[in-house]
């Protein structure tokens, strides 16, 4: 008999909370308590199950909690960290507006900060983690703060903060600590740490078996390490576990590197139908997937820029603004992505892969000199930076 993994007993847990939930439920419609457990274990089942289906189905009843309860702090809460996850950024502050009081919550607080650093408001950003941290020692806003300093600080502040926010877990909680061991390891791939990263999703994996977010981390550092047929395997598996888009976007990236485009073609035609279904429903979480499907996958400039301004025009970051660049050089538009490229650099970002493609778009520029200061920048924080890689 095959031993659950710890992913597939906590999956079989939260569906049989869920179930008892919704029995008692059945009898008793009008507990606001459990109603929120409820929802509650909805969202934490479709966070597990990672694909967008269930969090459509945690979406709408938390907007019948709403509905029948009133705008109850726990529920808007939980509905704003639902729009803030598929990038719905100016839903969020509405999120939050339905109790007042919890824009001054600590929960609703750190909710905002994310917001000023999506929005490219960087130093207001880090004020907020920083103060929050002093006020209460949470492993997770360790954890915003580390992913700030990785970004555009200092990655080994960053790597120490992560330590920090491992310190403050509890022995059960493993998910919480592979997570943190995921983001070390992510943080160690982009400086080229090879080995230093698969030793951090190594400990993941010891700590919380069976999840597919390791296992898609270490199918990208396999690639990276140009072991393709293992890193196929563990997308594969990642797929059926959980079907994303994107992630069949990279496995078909992978089969295209190794010379197997017959295979790759078909994952492309399910990625970009499902980025685009998503689109024609309103959403707007995979806008930043299209413009890397349009600038490098299938090639189309102008749909790259279509699909780059509007993610810009929702969060205007180094990210965005690094994506908006790309399209633009892809669409001929050089001049306007040498100033759109100098302004993602100028938030102080540290990433070989932006620095890269602005090495690239300079170049096309004739700004021989620049671009060869950007790319060795590039290569001193990653030397490997040419390798594979997933969007």
């Known amino acids: 008999m095959i031993k659950p993994t710890d992913y ?12 008892g939930l919704e029995e008692i439920l059945a009898a008793r419609p009008d507990d606001p308590e459990r109603t929120t457990r409820y929802v509650y274990r909805l969202y934490h089942r479709a966070s597990l199950k990672g694909d967008f289906a269930p969090f459509l189905t945690a979406e709408a009843a938390i907007d019948r909690a709403i509905e029948r309860f009133g705008p109850k702090e726990d529920l808007c809460l939980l509905k704003a960290n639902l729009d803030f996850k598929f990038h719905r950024l100016p839903a969020v502050k509405r999120d939050l507006e339905m109790a007042p009081d919890l824009l001054g919550r600590f929960e609703g607080r750190s909710l905002l900060a994310d917001l000023d650093f999506q929005e490219g408001r960087y130093q207001p950003a880090r004020v907020a983690y920083v103060d929050l941290i002093h006020e209460n020692r949470t492993w997770d806003n ?17 790597g120490q903060l992560y330590i920090e926010a491992e310190d403050e877990l509890t022995a059960k909680e493993m998910r919480s600590f592979a997570w943190l061991e995921v983001q070390r390891g992510v943080l160690d791939l982009s400086r080229g740490r090879h080995e230093d990263a698969a030793s951090h999703y190594k400990r993941a994996g010891e700590a919380y078996s069976g999840h597919w977010f390791v296992s898609e981390h270490v199918a990208g550092l396999l690639a990276a390490q140009g072991q393709c047929e293992t890193a196929i395997e563990l997308y594969e598996n ?11 976007q990279a496995l078909g990236e992978l089969y295209e590197s190794v010379g197997q485009p017959e ?3 078909p994952l ?3 990625a970009v139908t499902a980025y685009l279904q998503s689109v024609e429903r309103g959403d707007v979480h995979y806008y930043h997937h299209l413009v890397d499907f349009y600038s490098d996958v299938r090639p ?6 279509r699909f780059a301004r509007a993610d810009i025009a929702l ?4 990210s965005t603004q690094g994506a908006l660049a790309w399209a633009l050089y892809h669409n001929t538009q050089v001049p306007e992505a040498c100033e759109m490229v100098d302004r993602a650099l100028s938030s102080g970002v540290r990433d070989a892969r932006l620095l890269a493609n602005a090495a690239a778009i300079h170049r096309a520029a004739g700004h021989t000199g620049e671009a060869d200061r950007l790319l060795q920048t590039a290569s001193t924080i990653n030397p490997h930076h040419q390798r594979f890689h997933v969007h």
């Open 263 to 265: 295979k790759a073609q």
């Open 8 to 19: 597939q007993i906590e999956l079989a847990r939260t569906d049989q909370d869920i179930r």
């Open 268 to 270: 492309f035609d399910d």
């Open 142 to 158: 360790l954890a915003r703060l580390a992913h700030l300093e990785g970004k555009i600080g200092d990655a080994d502040a960053a």
């Open 315 to 318: 969060r205007d970051n180094f």
């Open 300 to 305: 189309n400039g102008p749909e790259a820029v």
């Open 238 to 248: 990642a797929i059926v576990t959980a079907p994303r888009p994107e992630v069949k």
